[in-house]
């Protein structure tokens, strides 16, 4: 259940493990230092996790986790890079719409992880990131090294894409300052906020008594509901349209929400579109979501756009675009459309993340999961029932899919049609993320955890740590947490995998490796065809061969179980068998799925990068 006060999902955020690291606190354990105050901030507030990489800058902090609160609540996850650490953080957020904590060394450490912060922020995903600097006392320093870690306005690095940051100068002020960060990234639209720790402030001796704030008192604060106004004239315009479409973007993981939103949709008759961007969020094969869940526009989605009369953008990302993309650039929107967001509150001038401005005839500023039961009992009143209506459209005639290819090595389509037979045939498998290019149509939500959605700012390399984040949240919860990345995702963020094995996160994971950055010769082959030049060179600098890359080496190398040289859809559908074996036993699995981007029915035919060289 979606708990608007603090972002919970029941029965996830609730999950705890122990493990060899678990310690109690101390017998002599006093709060003494002032990082022993900002520990206590940190239990009191039940942040669960701190995902670290360790650093001097906040040595002081990190005696407190360990000799204060004795390694639990929040318990330290070891990363082996800071990007990773923000990562988990936000496949965390993605289950549990509640903030993780992260901690950052000095400036070094917060520079490594900015492209992570960014795709934190894009992804709309509520973290806590302490940081260190310092000492700022100059006379404190240590020579040369506390010289070059320390910076005189440190939160400048990511202000333009965190929610908020502050630098405290006392205990009492740090105090404040981490309950305000916690508060502010856990109050919808959702973000990263930034606490920046002077050293030598950790390392003072208290003084004086700390008052605690009492936390019951600074609760995140709770979503804008939809002024009664906008709700019935949204109402009107939807029950008198001859054919009401609803774009469902970004919301929440609550299955109460989600079956509002089937609610909504039955109540209207309404065609329903969703996005694979954000997580699942509506049943994709019920018979209102006329077309699969798309990443980017489809000509089927293009001709249900032109044809609706009134649209519900529910948080869709990048309405503008979706317009211009189904309906041509010049052409004017006809459709009456009405736009529930509160995303408009975190837009500023130095990121472009708030895509273009759409047409709009009636703004609703709240969030759409604050709107969709207001406006089914207003939708229902004018209708003077509580039945579901007739389908205003021709309902979906879902297609068989096919099978993969028995023979040959895998292209991308037979990769997924094997996993959409397993997640079938399994059940209750979370999938964490998938690789550029997946067909949109292999996929079936039934539920909210089914999908969690992309990483927000296509930064690549944050596949693996998001899992793992995901992983985490899923944990002790029945669920099977999955995950198909790209190989180039993966020799980017492979060592993430060191920490889930540390940690003891079971994780299945497929790497979709043909050898190739193959997004980018999609692109090169478009400017071949452009400019007349040899469509044929589009793979030079582009491909991860001689030497191709042992993934499963790596993987195996941090404590990992798994297999390579997986070809056959045959072959994989029997690894995904003893994958899944393993994870249920605890472990981490990761297959290397060789597929050929030469298949039948793959874009880029005649070129195998999944070649044995």
Known sequence: MSNAADGR????????????????????????????????????????????TPGASYRGLHDSLVNYLGNRDPKMMVCLHEEHAVGIAQGYAKVTERPMAVALHSNVGLLHATMAIFNAWCGRAPMLILGATGPGDAEE?????????????????????????????????????????????????????????????????????????????????????????????????????????????????????????????????????TDTKPGAVFPTEHPLHLIEPRFRPSPAAADITKEADVILSLDWMDLRGWFVQTLGRDTDVKSKVIHCTVDDYLHNGWSMDYFGLPPV???????????????????????????????????????????????????????????REFCDRTGEVTITGFALGWPSDTVNFTHPLDYVGFDGGGGVGSGPSNAIGTALAIKGTGRLPLSIVGDGDFAMGCNAIWTAV?????????????????????HQERM????????????????????????????????????????????????????????????????????????????????TSGRKD
């Open 141 to 273: 320093r240590r020579p040369w090294i506390d010289w070059i870690h320390t910076a005189k306005d440190q939160g400048a690095l990511i202000r333009n894409y965190t929610k908020w940051d502050d630098e405290p100068r006392s205990a009492g002020a740090s105090v404040e300052s981490i309950t305000r960060a916690y508060q502010i990234a856990a109050t919808q639209p959702y973000g990263p906020t930034y606490v920046c720790l002077d050293v030598g402030l950790q390392e003072t001796k208290l003084d004086k008594a700390i008052n605690f704030p009492d936390v019951e008192r600074f609760k995140p604060g709770v979503p804008p509901a939809p002024a009664q106004d906008a709700v019935e004239d949204a109402a009107r315009l939807l029950v008198n349209a001859k054919k009401p479409l609803i774009l469902m973007g970004r919301m929440s993981r609550s299955m109460d929400d989600w079956n509002a939103r089937i609610a909504l949709a039955e109540a209207l008759g309404a065609a329903v579109m």
């Open 502 to 522: 540390h940690m003891g996160i079971p994780l299945l994971m497929v790497i979709a490796n043909n050898r190739v950055y193959y997004n980018d010769v999609a």
């Open 528 to 607: 071949a065809v452009v400019r007349g030049r040899p469509v044929e060179n589009k793979f030079v600098g582009q491909e991860m061969v001689n030497p191709a890359i042992d993934l499963i080496a790596i993987a195996k190398a941090q404590g990992a179980q798994g297999e390579a040289g997986v070809e056959t859809s045959g072959e994989l559908a029997a690894a995904l068998v003893r994958g899944e074996k393993a994870v249920r036993a605890g472990a981490v699995y990761i297959i290397e799925a060789r597929i050929d981007v030469g298949a039948p029915g793959e874009r880029g035919q005649g070129h």
């Open 9 to 52: 999902i029941e029965g996830v955020a609730s999950a705890r493990f122990d493990d060899k690291d678990q310690l109690e606190r101390p017998s002599n354990a006093e709060l003494g230092w002032t990082s022993d105050a900002m520990a206590e901030m940190l239990r009191r507030l039940d942040v669960r996790y701190i995902a670290l």
């Open 361 to 419: 005839d009636l703004k609703i500023l709240s969030t759409p999961d604050q709107l969709l039961r207001p406006l089914t009992e207003a939708v229902r009143r004018l209708r003077g029932t509580s039945d579901k209506a007739q389908p205003k459209w021709p309902v979906r005639n879902v297609k068989p899919l096919g099978k993969p290819r028995a023979e040959g090595m895998m292209g991308l389509r037979d990769l997924a049609l094997v996993v």
